[in-house]
């Protein structure tokens, strides 16, 4: 059996690993990165994923897809704020969806993010040598329904068996706590560059369980950033009248600037920002520079509210845990954020701990599912580990005045079941309409709609008479499942929650196929590159010899010369087929003087070839002049 992997897909870098011998590893990627940037380019009809899509980012704005995760499994008017800020076209879709354009084609955010999948498992499964298949992959603890179907769907787009999805700071507190004994009560802060998590877990005897979660899945460094850029854009504004967040390739790099002074703050006091030639001046047509010098401190100003913002869910989580800060045994940072030292301040004012640093903020996520992936296909080196975890956000249905009937709260252990009775609010009602809702609100509209559905054929009845069952089954993914059966009818209506924002079962088999056949393009694409790379190689080594043999016999000279010329042709011609043809006639002529005409008269004084020692030829021949 192929190994199971875990997949921390993040917002900004996404990572991978296994377990191997009893413990989980980082998977390299095929860059040599233990880190994989989660960007998307589409230049032409080839795609770039991971850095090298990322380093052509300012050059190729609108087609450069980053922090896509922040769509995934939202509704338009969700994200709305968001998407204009970016500087790749971001648009409402087929029913309140989310769609990404580039170059007038039009991408789910879940098809985006199988790219990412793609790439990360393709370099595993070379670096293990086996065709991986199967994997768990995280998510924010706070990621309704809808964004977990969508994560999940953009596993099976990448073409995998998607054998769990779990919370991130779950995850991370799996490879915190794999090598610690003993009972502790631990909470897991995780800032990463788009999304907050807080958990809190109890662990002891390979028993992890998940008290409480919170968070705000729309606050991650990306904010951070997006405080200086506007910091940047308005003092530039100011001085020359023009807003850089307008242009495209500006604004692109205005956040590339942006990150990495935040970055640098984390170590030093002060960082300058220069961008050269960052725009024109609209009136003189003369180039504009922007300089700039950003401290620390107003840094943490221009932040503050963020900085706020992180403590709320901190005391949520501590309250639904019915705990109070002093009984938190360990506070473990995740997430490239958490560098950020005004973010470590914070955490230890809120949580009176200094935080614990003993697991990698980058991999501990990556770490952990590979733990569970481990766990789900009996890796008998884990022994036994339970893993129990809770649904971050109440699921109810609507009922009569607009209101939640709330049918499982908050950070219910998970996978649950409960079921509820309603009736019809008015005499001989035919049918019911369940709108199934997921939030802390009490009046319906407030909360995100999963997903409505109909259960009709209910006989002529007074009003208050009829039963109506209704069923909420949430899986182990934290995926919600719901049925609606009338008693005495029996009549039954069911659905897999599936709102107008998460892809149904047709698009998803499309875009697999679209994505098994971007792949294979790819392939015939590098195939067809490395045969030319492989001939004009050849054609090298021929002239290179020519170069040291000018005495050999003119008639092997000319030959020899003459298909090297045709190589030169070939070498940008689109004819697979000539290609193949006269790489092979070329290897047999270079063979052919190598052995005959430059052996009969070899020039005085040349020396070995070392071209001539690229094994493109034969293994065993040997170039003449090496005797
Ligand atoms: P995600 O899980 O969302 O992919 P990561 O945990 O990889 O995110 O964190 C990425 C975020 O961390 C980015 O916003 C990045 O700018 C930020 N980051 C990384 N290193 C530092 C640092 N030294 N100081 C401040 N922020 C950092
Ligand atoms: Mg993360």
Redesign the pocket.
């Known amino acids: 059996m192929a190994k199971a992997v875990g997949i ?1 897909l ?5 990572v991978i690993a296994v377990m191997e011998g009893g413990r989980p590893e980082v998977i390299v990627n095929a860059e040599g990165n233990r ?1 994989t940037p ?1 960007v998307v380019a589409y230049k032409g009809d080839e795609r770039l994923v991971g850095q090298i899509a990322r380093r052509q980012a300012a050059l190729n704005p609108q087609a450069t897809l980053f922090e896509v ?1 922040r769509f995934i499994g939202r509704r338009w008017d969700e994200v709305k704020d968001e998407a204009a800020r970016s500087p790749f076209t971001v648009k409402e879709g087929p029913g309140g969806s989310v769609r990404i354009t580039v170059d007038g084609k039009d991408y789910a955010p879940e098809q985006v993010s199988a790219e990412v999948l793609r790439k990360l498992v393709a370099d595993a499964s070379a670096k293990l040598g086996q065709k991986i298949t199967d994997a768990v992959i995280t998510v924010p603890a706070y990621f309704d329904n809808s964004q977990r179907e969508a994560t999940k769907q953009a596993g099976e787009i990448a073409g995998l068996n998607v054998l769990r999805v779990i919370n991130e700071p779950t995850a991370a507190a799996l490879a915190y706590g794999l090598e610690r004994k003993g009972n502790e009560t631990v909470l897991v802060f995780d800032l ?4 907050f998590d807080v958990t809190i877990l109890e662990l002891g005897d390979g028993v992890f369980e998940v008290k409480s979660t919170s968070g705000d899945t729309a606050l ?3 904010d ?2 997006q405080r200086i850029v506007d910091w940047l854009a308005e003092e530039f504004n100011k001085e020359h009248n023009f807003d850089l967040r307008k242009d495209k390739q500006a604004l692109q790099r205005l956040i590339e600037a942006a ?1 990495k002074a ?2 640098e703050l ?2 030093a006091s002060e960082t300058s920002i220069s961008l050269p030639f960052i725009t024109f001046d609209p009136e003189t047509r003369t180039p504009l520079h922007l300089e700039r010098t950003l401290t620390r401190a107003k840094f943490e100003e221009l932040t503050a509210d963020l900085l706020k913002r992180v403590r709320k869910p901190v005391e949520q989580a501590l309250s639904d845990a019915k705990l109070s800060a002093s009984d938190i045994n360990e506070v473990i940072l ?4 958490t ?2 030292p005004a973010v470590k301040r914070i955490v230890q004012d809120i949580t009176g701990k200094t935080p614990n640093e003993s697991v990698n ?2 991999e501990a ?1 990556a770490l952990g599912a590979a733990v569970q992936a481990g766990i789900i296909q009996g890796d008998s080196s884990l022994g036994d580990i339970v893993l129990v975890d809770v649904t971050p956000l109440t699921l109810g249905v609507e009922v009569q005045g607009g209101m939640i009937a709330p049918m499982i709260t908050r950070n219910t252990t998970v996978p649950a079941k409960k079921t509820e009775i309603y009736t019809t609010a008015q005499d001989n009602q035919p049918g019911v309409e369940i709108n199934v809702l997921q939030g802390e609100r009490p009046m319906a509209a407030d909360n995100k709609s999963l997903g409505r559905f109909k259960l009709e054929g209910i006989p002529p009845m007074r009003a208050g008479q009829a039963q109506i069952e209704v069923t909420f089954d949430i899986d182990a993914n934290g995926i919600l499942h719901v049925t609606a059966k009338e008693k005495t009818t029996g009549k039954e209506s069911s659905i897999r929650i599936e709102n107008t924002t998460t892809l149904d079962k047709n698009d998803v088999e499309r875009m697999v196929k679209e994505a098994e056949e971007n792949a294979e393009a790819d392939k015939l694409r590098k195939e067809k590159v490395e045969k030319r790379n492989a001939l004009a190689q050849l054609r090298l080594q021929a002239t290179q010899q020519l170069d040291e043999h000018a005495n050999a016999p003119q008639d092997a000279r000319d030959r020899l010369k003459a298909v090297a010329d045709e190589a030169e042709e070939a070498v940008n011609s689109d004819d697979d087929s000539r290609i193949a043809d006269v790489q092979k006639r070329l290897e047999d002529e270079l063979r052919d003087f190598m052995t005959k005409g430059a052996q009969a008269q070899p020039e005085a004084g040349a020396t070995s070839a070392s071209a001539a020692e690229d094994d493109v030829i034969d293994a065993d021949f040997k170039p003449a002049d090496d005797k």
């Open positions: 921390d993040g917002t900004t870098n996404s880190t989660s995760k990463g560059g788009g999304t991650g460094g990306a951070f950033d990150e935040k970055i984390s170590n995740v997430g490239g954020s560098r950020i903020p980058d996520v």
